[in-house]
């Protein structure tokens, strides 16, 4: 496998990795974020003082990680705000059917 191949299939098992992320937790995506951020940064301040294909390949791709962490914890903060929603018609609609027993067991008596 020429050396092309080899970085072609990490970008591509890095990126596969990426629909994970939507069931992550926060930590677990801002670990990801960081390991990225610094991934980026040892790339930039390496020992290469040119950029050369490949290194603007893993740029790219860290840089798609970063992205699809922030998407992904967009996507989990409405998804949390959904389900507090949820959990609150669910207690006030609780509320409702107990006072409505309680008048019907009232009105009984």
């Known amino acids: ?45 390496g020992p290469t003082s040119k950029l050369n294909k490949a290194d603007l390949a893993a740029i790219n791709t860290q840089l798609s990680v970063l992205m699809e962490a922030e998407v992904a914890s967009k996507a989990w903060q409405r998804e949390r705000s959904r389900v507090q929603k949820a959990e609150a018609e669910a207690k006030e609609v609780k509320k409702s059917a107990m006072a409505a027993a309680m008048r019907a067991s009232e009105a009984a008596a």
Do not use: H, K, P
């Open 1 to 45: 496998m020429s050396s092309g191949e080899e970085e072609d299939e990490e970008n591509t098992s890095a990126v596969a990795g990426l629909s994970d992320l939507s069931r992550a937790t926060s930590r677990q995506i801002l670990t990801r974020a960081n390991e990225s951020a610094r991934t980026i940064s040892w790339v930039v301040e």
